[in-house]
């Protein structure tokens, strides 16, 4: 069966960096756009960056544009967030997902089919 693992996270300062890694296993990894997602505490999870399925393209949301970087290695199944100048703001359960596409656009869950159980971030201030 799918298994979508992140790992990564942890606590750290404000305005340090973390990266997060997510591999996936039973698909096809490059048969698949790739996207992250944080749910903060008392908030809806929201969608942050993708990436195609090349890598040829990708996304990201205001909010972390300029900080944190996507990326992919189809070769070893594993997706990447790096997350520099990380804010208070930031602390969230990260996830990572499969799905069809990576539209110019805020990723929307609904059409995101594989998911990972995700990784705690937490950025003191």
């Known amino acids: 069966q799918v298994q979508v693992v992140e790992s990564g996270g942890g606590l750290v300062q404000a305005g340090g960096s973390l990266r997060l890694s997510c591999t996936a296993s039973?698909?096809?990894?490059?048969?698949?756009?790739m996207g992250w997602f944080r749910q903060a505490p008392g908030k809806e999870r929201e969608g942050i960056s993708c990436?195609?399925?090349?890598?040829?393209?990708?996304y990201y949301v205001d909010s972390v544009k300029g900080r944190f970087t996507i990326s992919r290695d189809n070769a070893k199944n594993t997706l990447y967030l790096q997350m520099n100048s990380l804010k208070p703001e930031d602390t969230a359960m990260y996830y990572c997902a499969a799905g069809p596409e990576c539209a110019p656009r805020v990723p929307n869950e609904d059409e995101y089919d594989y998911w990972g159980q995700g990784t705690q971030v937490t950025v003191s201030s």
């Open positions: 990436i195609t399925w090349n890598g040829g393209r990708t």
């Open positions: 039973g698909l096809t990894f490059d048969d698949y756009a």
